[in-house]
């Protein structure tokens, strides 16, 4: 009788990022254990993350091929023009969907939703195992495989393992992989919120000198676009005062910051914080394990693109384990694995050096980085070709893009 269980692909983590990783290789035909040290249902209720992420074209893309987005349903909200606006400044941006041919610039999805549908399509599908409520207590790598001992008294050999598992990666630290990280002392307020009128599918950036303050279109039970997402970041120790303020004046500095442009608008859910911070991964292989979404890199929300970031990072993977099986290559093997470290690893410095510099230069108070700023806001807005750039690499379609993310089949 066999001591462990055996798989192709040993997944850990079942986040947005993990569980995406388990469909596509699914897909491409390999076989996979999932685990996860908190049950689906209770990552699926509505306590348990109150955002909602901005999925890019592309990662829609990816999401269609995979049968994920068609079990959203409706749960999902376009958005058609990004406005863009520093403090008080009149120098604004605005991304207007008509410079791409009418082409919405991403889509809102509130998390508890994506979560839900990815977990039931990781349920239809007999390639991949998954088990909850479990850690790894010892992970072995070597030339004949991974072997994993679960804290559940299981053993699992794989070829690979993928590290799913977020920030404080259990796979990373196993594997003396270092981190490069730093605090930006900035926290994230998130909250939702109701309007009078209609938003039109317009999301709206404000920069302030603590943070950026983000108004992201979302529906309402009934279909009305009278629903927004609220990402409000400021210095950690502003968000901790506002916190603690009675409902009444947290409102009034809401409604300042919010303006008064969709009418009155008042709050329909919990507050979540999240504190920021940035993180990358010093590698993201090592012998028969990668790391994927932020396991590998941990991203500043500015620009919503940590999850777009994620989806590339599996969408690249599976291409290459893909095509390394078809020529009889072992999938754990370096050569893959370095194919997917070459490709990931350009991509993946550009988004944190480009949301980290984007932080740096909007969230202060310095005269000259304003006046610079501002003139860049201007300068962006009536540049056809480099807004037009600017868009596309939003919506994830610059680059040399793998398959999925292409709406290609692998
Ligand atoms: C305020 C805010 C707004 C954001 N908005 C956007 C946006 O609009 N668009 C966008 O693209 N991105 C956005 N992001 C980023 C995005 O939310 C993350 O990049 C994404 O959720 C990362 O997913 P993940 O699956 O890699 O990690 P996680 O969501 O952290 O999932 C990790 C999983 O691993 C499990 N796990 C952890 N440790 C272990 C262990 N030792 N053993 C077993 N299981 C383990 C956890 O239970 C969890 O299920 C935002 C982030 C913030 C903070």
Not at 225 to 240: A, C, F, G, H, M
Not at 274 to 303: N, T, W
Request: glycine content about 8%; overall charge neutral.
């Amino acid at each position: 009788m066999k001591k462990y269980l055996e798989t192709d692909v040993l997944i850990v983590g079942r986040g947005m990022v993990g569980a995406t990783t388990a469909i596509a290789l699914a897909r491409a035909g390999f076989n996979s254990i999932i685990i996860d040290q908190v049950k689906p249902s209770d990552q699926n209720i509505k306590t348990y993350d109150g955002r909602a992420s901005a999925i890019a074209s592309a990662s829609k893309k990816m999401l269609e091929q995979l049968d994920i987005w068609d079990r959203l349903g409706e749960n999902y909200t376009p958005i058609f023009d990004i406005r863009v606006s520093d403090q008080s400044s009149k120098h604004f941006l605005h991304y207007e969907r008509h410079v791409l041919d009418s082409k919405p610039l991403g889509f809102m999805v509130e998390n508890r939703h994506f979560r839900y549908a990815v977990n039931n399509e990781l349920e239809s599908l007999e390639p991949i195992t998954p088990i909850s409520n479990v850690k790894i207590e010892t992970i072995r790598r070597n030339n004949e495989g991974v072997f994993a001992a679960l804290t559940n008294q299981q053993t699992i050999k794989s070829t690979l393992i993928v590290g799913a598992d977020g920030r404080q990666s259990q796979v990373r630290t196993d594997a003396s992989i270092a981190l490069t990280r730093f605090d930006y002392k900035q926290t994230g307020i998130v909250l939702t919120v109701e309007h009078e009128h209609d938003h039109n599918n317009i999301a709206h950036e404000h920069f302030y000198s603590g943070g950026p303050f983000a108004i992201l279109p979302m529906k309402n039970e009934s279909g009305k676009n009278i629903r927004s997402s609220i990402v409000w970041i400021d210095k950690t120790e502003q968000i901790l005062k506002i916190l603690k303020l009675p409902d009444k004046q947290f409102n009034s500095i809401l409604n300042q910051k919010f303006g008064d442009f969709l009418g009155r608008i008042i709050v329909v859910s919990s507050k979540w914080t999240y504190p920021l911070s940035f993180q990358f991964a010093d590698k993201c292989i090592d012998e028969r394990l990668v790391l994927v979404g932020d396991a590998s890199h941990g991203l500043h929300p500015i620009a919503g693109q940590g999850f777009n970031m994620g989806l590339r990072d599996v969408a690249a993977l599976v291409e290459v384990i893909t095509n390394n099986a078809r020529l009889g290559l072992d999938i754990g093997g370096f050569a893959t694995l370095r194919e997917y470290e070459t490709w990931r690893r350009f991509d993946n410095t550009s988004m944190l050096f480009f949301t980290d510099t984007l932080n740096r230069l909007f969230s202060n108070n310095i005269l000259p980085l304003k006046v610079i700023r501002q003139l860049g806001l201007s300068i962006t807005n009536n540049l056809g070709p480099l807004k037009k750039y600017l868009m596309l690499y939003a919506m994830g379609e610059v680059g040399d893009l793998p398959k999925l993310l292409k709406g290609q089949s692998l």
